[in-house]
């Protein structure tokens, strides 16, 4: 093993790190560095994901409040004024960049049922 000695000017020998105590403790803290870099990749990858999501949610509300307009007696069977009176087929809808959105509406007896669909691209 080697051990490496300083002799300062009054004559007194100092022990030091030798090499190998040197090259293991750089080992523990590149291991330890490597798990916090992992960690803060994972974390990150996930935070995008949970944003993509809530924008998803958000723009989907977005779509829902503006279609309370088309609730009405007046408007409720006329396919010119109202796009819920329109049924079977695929709509689509503007959105931002990254994601689709498309809706189905189905005459189910007393009630409209609207299908949105909004997809994106995977992480």
Request: with cysteine; net charge positive.
């Amino acid at each position: 093993m080697l051990r490496v000695y300083i002799i300062n000017n009054m004559g007194v020998r100092k022990k030091c790190f030798g090499l190998t105590e040197v090259i293991v403790g750089a080992i523990i803290i590149a291991s330890v560095f490597s798990g916090l870099i992992a960690t803060f990749v994972g974390v990150r990858r996930y935070i995008r994901h949970a944003n993509r999501r809530l924008n998803a949610a958000n723009l989907i509300r977005n779509h829902l409040s503006s279609w309370n307009n088309f609730v009405r007696q007046d408007t409720w069977n006329d396919c010119s004024q109202n796009p819920l009176a329109c049924t079977g087929g695929s709509n689509s809808l503007p959105s931002p960049a990254p994601y689709t959105v498309s809706y189905t509406v189905q005459d189910s007896g007393d009630y409209r049922e609207v299908t949105v669909n909004l997809t994106w691209p995977p992480d």
